[in-house]
């Protein structure tokens, strides 16, 4: 099982309020990542980082920033919730990747998710 | 367009039966292909992953087959039980997205009865 944690697991809180999504791994991967989840959907990518103090936008806009001040912690936050940002959070992380021939595959490892919910 | 897609959207099968879901896929160029497991509220996790060289992947009662020509890949489960009930979601990495960038299939729910 991975060692990689989210708080919270969920949260309702109202519009316009700043809050912070939390993401912790124990593995020392240098890649992590945050998906957006809507139910019966495909997760969409928002937010990527390849270290320390790297971070990119990923294929799904979003209002959301991210920050890596440390290896092992990738906080999402939003400055002003809207009921729009209901959604299911997932962070995931990723090694440096498994030679396999020619190519590289790198195994990614998710976390519970955050149930965010805006009234 | 880079996309994936699966069938069926969803099935109901009972215990101890054995059941086969589909993946199409358009990427291009092709890296790999995972399958990944995800319990309701909870995040996916990874039961094969296979290249295009890989035709076919077995993980416990988990088997999945890749044809790179057609651009199939099912993922066959065998002797099912009630803990497998989830959503299972095929995932494509295209070559050129070295960063780890993966495009997601928006998955089959799967429901096992007693």
């Known amino acids: 099982e991975a060692d990689i944690y989210q708080t919270p697991r969920y949260l309702v809180i109202g519009t316009g309020k700043k809050i912070t999504l939390e993401c912790s791994q124990t593995?020392?991967?240098?890649?992590m990542y945050w998906y957006q989840q809507d139910p019966g959907m495909e997760l969409h990518l928002i937010h990527y980082?390849?270290?320390?103090?790297?971070?990119e936008k990923g294929d799904l806009s979003s209002e959301s920033t991210v920050s890596r001040i440390r290896t092992e912690h990738f906080p999402l936050t939003l400055e002003s919730a809207r009921p729009s940002h209901t959604s299911q959070y997932l962070c995931?992380?990723?090694?440096?990747?498994?030679?396999?021939?020619?190519?590289?595959?790198?195994?990614?490892?998710f976390g519970p998710g955050t149930r965010l919910t805006v009234t | 367009k880079n996309q994936v897609e699966q069938s069926p959207q969803s099935l109901i099968i009972l215990e101890g039966k054995n059941c086969t879901l589909q993946?199409?896929?358009?990427?291009?160029?092709?890296?790999?292909l995972r399958w990944y497991k995800q319990d309701t509220g909870r995040g996916p996790v990874s039961l094969t992953i296979?290249?295009?060289?890989?035709n076919t992947k077995s993980n416990g009662r988990y088997t999945a087959t890749l044809d790179a020509d057609t651009k199939q890949s099912s993922l066959h489960i065998t002797a099912s039980q009630l803990s497998d009930s989830a959503s299972y979601i095929c995932?494509?990495?295209?070559?050129?997205?070295?960063?780890?960038?993966?495009?997601f299939g928006k998955g089959t729910k799967l429901s096992v009865k007693p």
């Open positions: 995931a992380s990723s090694d440096s990747g498994l030679t396999m021939g020619e190519q590289l595959s790198y195994e990614q490892y």
């Open positions: 593995m020392g991967h240098d890649k």
């Open positions: 980082s390849y270290g320390v103090n790297s971070t």
């Open positions: 993946c199409n896929y358009t990427v291009s160029p092709f890296s790999n």
């Open positions: 296979m290249t295009f060289s890989e």
């Open positions: 995932v494509v990495s295209a070559m050129a997205r070295s960063q780890g960038n993966l495009i």
